[in-house]
């Protein structure tokens, strides 16, 4: 199965700037996807991004607030941007190798202060 | 719609007992179905998948599921707990249908091993 490496692994942010995360797999996928796993929540799909083409949104989330770029067939980034206290969240990337067995990378703990 | 329920938010087992964590989806075409196991601040692992064929599946740990069409249910068991298996388990359903490959999670079950 692909691995994932997402970095930073976490970070600590002031309100109203932004954070990119990056993930990189060790094969060509060509689909990923990004979750937002609020503190004590489930994973919440935030958008599909497949190279190529503009990321798809989920329902309450927006391109202003969580831009994705994905240049190529093994890196991507979410960027958060304009950070509230409402942000801090774990942010996982995860890719869709085929048949399942979808794989995640470790996750980016944020915390907006 | 896909989607997924998993009966009960926290369950405490002794160690070396029963492991049952309950899981049922609803899927308009034969689902996808998979556990996956989250650590305290770690990402998700695969534990175990069902996608076509047996529909008991072995996974990794010990643990294993049975897909029960008749109760749109995929239970995981594991026959004797261990502390290690100390953890949130999150289980996920994607439709088999051409185009769709998102992944809806249930709310996820914590689970805690008492010595």
């Known amino acids: 199965s692909a691995v994932i490496s997402q970095k930073p692994s976490r970070d600590i942010c002031q309100r109203g700037t932004s954070l990119t995360i990056q993930c990189q797999v060790d094969?060509?996928?060509?689909?990923m996807f990004w979750y937002r796993q609020q503190p004590g929540q489930s994973l919440t799909l935030i958008a599909t991004?497949?190279?190529?083409?503009?990321?798809?949104?989920e329902s309450g989330f927006v391109i202003d607030k969580f831009p994705i770029s994905r240049p190529n067939l093994t890196f991507s980034t979410l960027t958060v941007s304009n950070m509230s206290p409402e942000d801090s969240s774990i942010y996982l990337c995860?890719?869709?190798?085929?048949?399942?067995?979808?794989?995640f990378g470790s996750g980016t703990r944020l915390t907006v202060v | 719609a896909q989607s997924v329920t998993q009966l009960g938010s926290h369950v405490s087992v002794s160690e070396g007992a029963l492991v049952l964590l309950r899981c049922n989806y609803s899927?308009?075409?034969?689902?996808?179905l998979f556990w996956y196991v989250q650590y305290p601040n770690q990402g998700l692992q695969l534990l175990l998948k069902?996608?076509?064929?047996?529909?008991l599946v072995k996974g990794i740990n010990g643990f294993e599921a049975e897909f029960k069409k008749s109760e749109t249910s995929f239970h995981l068991t594991k026959p004797s707990a261990h502390m290690s298996d100390a953890a949130e388990y999150f289980c996920?359903?994607?439709?088999?249908?051409?185009?769709?490959?998102?992944?809806?999670f249930g709310k996820g079950t914590k689970l805690s091993v008492i010595p």
């Open positions: 995860s890719v869709a190798p085929g048949a399942g067995g979808y794989t």
């Open positions: 094969s060509q996928v060509t689909m």
């Open positions: 991004a497949n190279q190529g083409s503009e990321a798809t949104y």
């Open positions: 899927s308009s075409v034969p689902p996808y």
């Open positions: 069902y996608t076509t064929g047996a529909t």
């Open positions: 996920a359903v994607v439709n088999s249908g051409a185009g769709s490959y998102q992944l809806t």
